[in-house]
């Protein structure tokens, strides 16, 4: 069964940092990219940063390029983001999603396999 765990919300201040991870497990990850997506309250899906979890080939988006950065550790699969100076619109719940392309969109159909969520506050 495949599989993608999360861990490491929270809540933080502005200007504060988070760690989220992913485990994937159940399938070859020769295939795949994994894509951190978030939603906001009452807001639709924006994917925030990907990896491609054999090649190590990474995106981020622009609404956090320069304050995260997505890192793979090959050696047991998990994915870690790593998030910087954390603002008020960066509320949202985030999840681990499996894709099969560097390019996805933000329509939950253009992810095969989600993670359960994490829930990642940040405010005063």
């Known amino acids: 069964q495949v599989q993608l765990v999360e861990s490491g919300g929270g809540w933080v201040q502005p200007g504060g940092s988070l760690r989220l991870s992913c485990a994937p497990s159940?399938?070859?990850?020769?295939?795949?990219?994994i894509f951190w997506v978030r939603q906001a309250p009452g807001k639709g899906l924006e994917w925030v940063s990907g990896?491609?979890?054999?090649?190590?080939?990474?995106r981020t988006g622009d609404s956090v390029k320069g304050r995260s950065t997505i890192t793979r550790d090959s050696a047991n699969n998990t994915v870690y983001l790593q998030m910087n100076n954390l603002k008020p619109e960066d509320t949202a719940r985030y999840y681990c999603?499996?894709?099969?392309?560097?390019?996805?969109?933000?329509?939950?159909?253009?992810?095969?396999?989600w993670g359960q969520g994490i829930q990642v506050t940040v405010s005063s």
């Open positions: 999603a499996r894709t099969n392309t560097g390019f996805p969109g933000n329509s939950r159909a253009d992810y095969d396999y």
């Open positions: 990896i491609h979890l054999y090649t190590g080939n990474r």
């Open positions: 159940g399938f070859s990850i020769g295939s795949y990219w």
